[in-house]
């Protein structure tokens, strides 16, 4: 930025006028390249949506051949991908796995990080912060090294090639990554609210519960939601405990039956991913705002 | 029967060096104002959780109305306690905050709308009860919490700080408004404090503490007029206690700034007479204070703005302060040691 000047007379009409015109010119420029950027993500985030849209409702022919535009229907738009996804795999079966593996895995990570959360920023003293972190570092150790040790879990508790192996297997990685980031919301949330609830007639889980809980409800919602884009997305466990389809959820479920050999059924594994897509990306929309305040709040504290 | 009741009560933090509170015991009577007052750090906060059930004591007893409560949890001491930050439920509105207590109790919904709308009528509240705590103003968020406080009709209350987190305006007219509150309530109150105006402004009597110790306890006057040592003798008063080493006896003389007079002044013969040297004037609008030295040591004397004072800066002149106005104290161990009133 230039250095004030200053004078010893008043500026002249004309030259307030430019310095208007200045003004008025910078918070256009800014603003422009603020929507410009704005305009460059949202297509580059919403671009695989639409292509993945297109090609759902595209007939073999049009889709494979190079010298057409894949953003145009050359041939006429068909269903015949989807009825293929029904009718000739058991989506709507998947479908249903995953959602039970979803609420299962969700309830239990919920059940389980809020007790830990609270002990090891409340009551764990100084050494809350570091079991915290140990506990997060289990989050890092890969599945592909974790599978094996876990099969035997799996197999003794008689949950193989079921898709209860998942609702077993998957809290290993959202109770650690969710304890972790509830820890830095508790550790936000004022003692005194909960001392006071306390004085004025609660005990301890009372006080939580009407204080605490409903203060973080932000914090409770972005582990809802980050465990249930880690069981979504989860392939490897998914891949080595289950192989009977009826059992299998979406991740694997498309993937194993919708590649056959070097055949992809590009069309229909489109679909498949769109239709769990859209329904997911309208919910964390409705709840974008808590979402992102839960979020950067727990980043920064935690 | 005393309300609230500390037996030899301390308490060390794990890994904390020394105690917090160093086995205190102290009695309230029956809907005083009792003020806890000391430098920051020195335990109040410690010492009104502990009355307050928040922290277990690691040794003694807490009494309140007579009864043992020290293994009792908080809700089961039926005390109000308003937080140095108010710690208003944010996700609550204000009819809903001062209401918690009473939910708590299961009240029914009628009385607890009736007991709501009482108290915050005794404190100009009630146009803000729907609103949610971060919409109001601190002194507002203050009597919310007093509200809450009061709504359940507490034996005791605890508050601790209150008026710190208000600007300076509203702090003078929050400590009025705060006292005559308790006196139209009449409930027994310990209120901790590092400021001494606003103990001497308030309290019926002050318990002065200091490293964990009550180091004397007594009305605002024999606090002032009679500090047991050197500690609140120096901690009260504006410029405090002056305290003078006496070559023959091995005391220190301690007198307030206004009782050190020109010895032309001190008429009779029962005064002691000082050389003091005056550095410096400084003129306070009300008051006139003389900074200088007996001897080696730092000495202030007081005086009304419009006294007439025939001093020179620069000048030794002879002071006197009358005998009944001088104390003497303990040079090693700072306590008083001619007759005094009102030691806790
Ligand atoms: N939870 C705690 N853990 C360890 N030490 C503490 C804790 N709370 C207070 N203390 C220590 O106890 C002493 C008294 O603190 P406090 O009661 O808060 O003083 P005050 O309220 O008079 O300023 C201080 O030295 C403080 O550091
Ligand atoms: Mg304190």
């Known amino acids: ?302 | 029967m005393a309300a609230i009741e500390a037996r030899g009560i301390t308490k060390r933090f794990d890994g904390g060096g020394g105690a917090a509170v160093d086995g205190i015991d102290l009695a309230s009577t029956d809907g005083e104002f009792l003020v806890l007052l000391g430098p920051s750090g020195c335990g109040k906060t410690t010492l009104l959780r502990m009355i307050g059930g928040l922290e277990p004591p690691t040794a003694g007893d807490i009494l309140i109305g007579g009864r043992v409560v020290t293994d009792l949890p908080p809700r089961a001491r039926h005390i109000a306690m308003v937080f140095q930050s108010y710690a208003l439920y944010p996700h609550m509105t204000v009819f809903n905050n001062i209401a918690f207590p009473l939910q708590a109790a299961k009240l029914p919904k009628e009385t607890q709308k009736q007991k709501v709308g009482w108290a915050s009528g005794i404190l100009g509240i009630d146009h803000l009860l729907d609103r949610k705590p971060r919409q109001l103003s601190g002194g507002q968020r203050q009597r919310v919490a007093l509200a809450r406080a009061l709504v359940r009709e507490p034996n005791v209350f605890l508050l601790d700080e209150p008026l710190s987190n208000l600007d300076a305006q509203r702090r003078a007219s929050a400590r009025d408004e705060l006292q005559q509150f308790q006196r139209r309530v009449g409930t027994t109150t310990l209120y901790v404090t590092h400021d001494q105006v606003e103990a001497m402004g308030m309290g019926d009597r002050i318990a002065v503490m200091d490293q964990g110790r009550i180091r004397q306890v007594g009305t605002p006057l024999e606090i002032y007029d009679d500090p047991a040592d050197t500690f609140v003798a120096t901690f009260l008063g504006s410029p405090p206690m002056n305290l003078i080493p006496d070559g023959a006896s091995g005391l220190l003389f301690g007198f307030r700034p206004e009782h050190f007079v020109p010895a032309s002044d001190a008429t009779g013969d029962d005064a002691v007479r000082f050389p003091f040297h005056v550095h410096r004037t400084e003129y306070l609008g009300a008051e006139r204070l003389l900074y200088g030295a007996v001897g080696e040591t730092r000495t202030i004397a007081r005086f009304p703005a419009n006294a007439d004072l025939p001093i020179h800066v620069g000048a030794t002149s002879e002071f006197a302060v009358r005998r009944r106005d001088l104390k003497r104290f303990d040079r090693e161990t700072g306590l008083r040691r001619d007759q005094i009133r009102g030691i806790g």
């Not at chain 1, 029904?86 to 309830?107: C, G, H, L, P």
């Not at chain 1, 249930?228 to 009977?244: C, I, N, Q």
């Open chain 1, 1 to 302: 930025m230039a250095a004030p000047v200053y004078r010893a007379s008043l500026p002249d009409a004309n030259e307030l006028a430019r310095e208007r015109r200045r003004a008025r010119l910078r918070r256009f420029g800014g603003r422009s390249v603020l929507y410009s950027a704005a305009s460059f993500f949202t297509l580059f985030a919403a671009l695989p949506f639409a292509w993945m849209l297109l090609t759902v409702f595209k007939q073999n022919a049009d889709l494979y051949d190079p010298n057409h535009n894949p953003f145009l229907y050359n041939s006429p738009p068909t269903l015949d991908n989807v009825r293929l996804l029904f009718e000739q795999t058991q989506y709507a079966t998947f479908i249903r796995n995953t959602v039970f593996v979803s609420v299962f895995v969700v309830v239990i990570t919920l059940v389980a990080t809020v007790p830990a959360a609270y002990s090891l920023t409340r009551l764990a003293g100084r050494w809350g912060e570091s079991l915290g972190i140990a506990i997060f570092l289990v989050y890092l150790i890969p599945p592909t090294l974790l599978f094996i040790p876990l099969s035997r879990v799996v197999a003794e508790l008689g949950v193989r090639n079921s898709w209860w192996a998942m609702v077993v297997v998957y809290p290993s990685f959202t109770i650690p990554f969710c304890t972790w980031l509830l820890m830095g919301f508790f550790k936000s949330i004022p003692w005194d609210i909960e001392e006071q609830a306390m004085i004025d007639g609660y005990s301890r889980l009372g006080a939580i519960w009407r204080t605490v809980l409903p203060v973080s409800i932000p914090g409770l919602l972005t582990v809802v939601v980050f465990s249930l884009a880690l069981t979504l997305h989860e392939f490897v466990y998914a891949l080595a405990f289950v192989t009977s389809s009826a059992e299998k959820t979406i991740s694997i479920g498309v993937t194993t039956e919708l590649i056959r050999g070097d055949v992809y059924f590009w069309q229909s594994l489109m679909a498949a991913a769109a239709i769990v897509a859209i329904p997911v990306a309208i919910l964390y929309n409705l709840f974008l705002d808590r979402f992102i305040a839960g979020f950067t709040l727990g980043a920064v504290k935690g």
